[in-house]
């Protein structure tokens, strides 16, 4: 028993030093709440602090940029994001669209006009293609398809239609949820052409995508993450 405890710190001990990382935002372990990431930049609410962001940009490997909407700093939730586009929800101010134009040169950022607009929630992204919530309609899908530059399939995953929300999406893996049935979890992994892992985050949570930040370079976890967790998600996205 000792010697099983031994490998299993031994791994947990290799995937710090891989890049992927446990933090608390606000002293929350939801920290996919307030970030979103993909291969280029990172977004953060102004409420990460600078310590945290130096955590996120020496894990994730990409430089942080600081935005919020609607005055509020979960840009996690509101926020779908690849390294080609940005998607922010309708009522965002006009001072907030302009600063994230010009923060980020060359990266489209649009506006999505939908009831739905916890973007983040509901959208899953990586640089090739977007699942997204069953109830998203067709002039949806064209605008999401058209900002991020991607494919689109709409998708349940485990009962959730918020997908981005309890699933994890890169562009090197996909970790779906614990509620996924085999048939779900085949769909998927045929739709992002990667194979999948199945986990939870944060000592049970299904809000897997809310639990974490990820991209191809590194992983920050929640701080509650377990180490069997860890490892799952780890593998999973290829590290």
Request: one cysteine or more; glycine letters at 12%; aromatic letters at 6%.
């Amino acid at each position: 028993m000792a010697e099983g405890n031994q490998n299993r710190r031994s791994k947990f001990d290799k995937l710090i030093k891989m890049g992927i990382e446990r933090l608390k935002i606000l002293g929350n372990d939801y920290i996919g709440a307030w970030v979103t990431a993909t291969d280029r930049f990172f977004l953060m609410g102004n409420e990460v602090s600078k310590g945290e962001e130096r955590i996120l940009k020496e894990a994730l490997g990409v430089e942080g940029v600081r935005a919020t909407v609607s005055g509020t700093g979960f840009v996690g939730i509101y926020v779908a994001a690849n390294s080609k586009g940005v998607l922010l929800p309708y009522g965002v101010e006009d001072s907030e669209l302009e600063s994230l134009k010009q923060k980020l040169s060359g990266v489209r950022v649009e506006v999505l006009h939908t009831d739905y607009n916890a973007l983040g929630n509901n959208i899953l992204a990586n640089d090739k293609i977007a699942v997204i919530n069953l109830h998203y309609g067709r002039n949806d899908e064209a605008a999401i398809a058209d900002a991020l530059d991607v494919e689109v399939v709409k998708a349940s995953v485990g009962g959730f239609t918020t997908v981005g929300a309890n699933n994890i999406l890169t562009n090197r893996g996909l970790v779906v949820n614990n509620r996924a049935t085999e048939y779900e979890r085949a769909a998927l992994e045929k739709a992002v052409g990667m194979p999948s892992e199945q986990s939870t985050a944060n000592l049970g949570s299904v809000s897997i995508g809310l639990c974490t930040a990820a991209n191809s370079n590194g992983l920050v976890v929640g701080d509650a993450t377990t180490g069997f967790e860890l490892s799952r998600i780890a593998d999973a996205l290829g590290f």
